[in-house]
């Protein structure tokens, strides 16, 4: 039986990706080169750091870390401004629904994020009190595909990883979920999340009857 669940943030609750897509081409353009938002898809649940090291291998550039860290910071500070504008409004189809669903269950509820912003977010879409745990950027050391966040969340849960589901929308993230040795439902497309025991196009899709069913 399912006692808890654990989700994704970016793209699973609310689609920041389209401010980090915003933030990161005007990083790219200020460095005299394009970024598409094909290549946008390579940075979703990727950290900060990393998604900077993948652009600029984009642009064919390198610069020492202490650049690097000023590159991310200018970055992130254009991203906030951004996210310190959203509203409720922005919560993902079905994402509120959903999470009162699960509570109404009494199943436990967490969020596992890569982010060092999430809290920002979670506040501006009002949404930290339906959270037991928080798990964000600022507490894990290891990326996904690393399952560290989400054990993490588990055990905030004070929960077996067995007892938990992880909803997840990246490749990384899923992978993650199952080393973590937890069940996963991908949101997104069977394509690239084709490891997860079940996958649906978003939350406004998932019910207490596919939960159990896991
Ligand atoms: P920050 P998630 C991830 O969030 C995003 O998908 C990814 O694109 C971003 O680079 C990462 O957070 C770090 O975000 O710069 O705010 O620390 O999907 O794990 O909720
Ligand atoms: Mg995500």
């Not at 005007?26 to 990393?50: H, I």
Request: with cysteine; proline share 3%; hydrophobic share 40%.
């Amino acid at each position: 039986m399912v006692k808890g669940c654990i989700f994704d943030l970016d793209g699973v609750i609310v689609d920041t990706a389209r401010y980090h897509f915003i933030a990161w081409k005007e990083l790219a353009n200020e460095l005299g080169f394009e970024f598409s938002e094909k290549d946008n898809e390579r940075l979703k649940g990727v950290s900060r750091m990393r998604s900077l090291d993948i652009l600029l291998e984009i642009g064919d550039l390198d610069f020492p870390q202490e650049k690097k860290e000023e590159l991310a910071k200018k970055k992130n500070e254009n991203y906030r401004s951004y996210i310190l504008k959203m509203t409720p409004d922005e919560i993902l189809p079905g994402a509120m629904e959903f999470i009162k669903e699960v509570k109404e269950n009494n199943i436990l509820t967490a969020v596992g994020s890569a982010s060092k912003n999430a809290m920002t977010i979670l506040d501006r879409l009002q949404l930290t009190s339906w959270f037991d745990a928080i798990v964000d950027g600022t507490k894990v050391s290891k990326a996904k595909p690393d399952p560290e966040v989400f054990l993490k969340g588990a055990e905030e849960l004070k929960l077996q990883p067995a007892d938990c589901v992880v909803f997840e929308d990246a490749e990384a993230g899923v992978e993650a979920a199952l080393r973590g040795g937890m069940k996963c439902v991908g949101i997104g497309s069977p394509e690239n999340l084709g490891k997860a025991h079940l996958v649906v196009s978003g939350l406004h899709d998932m019910n207490m009857q596919k939960l159990s069913q896991l």
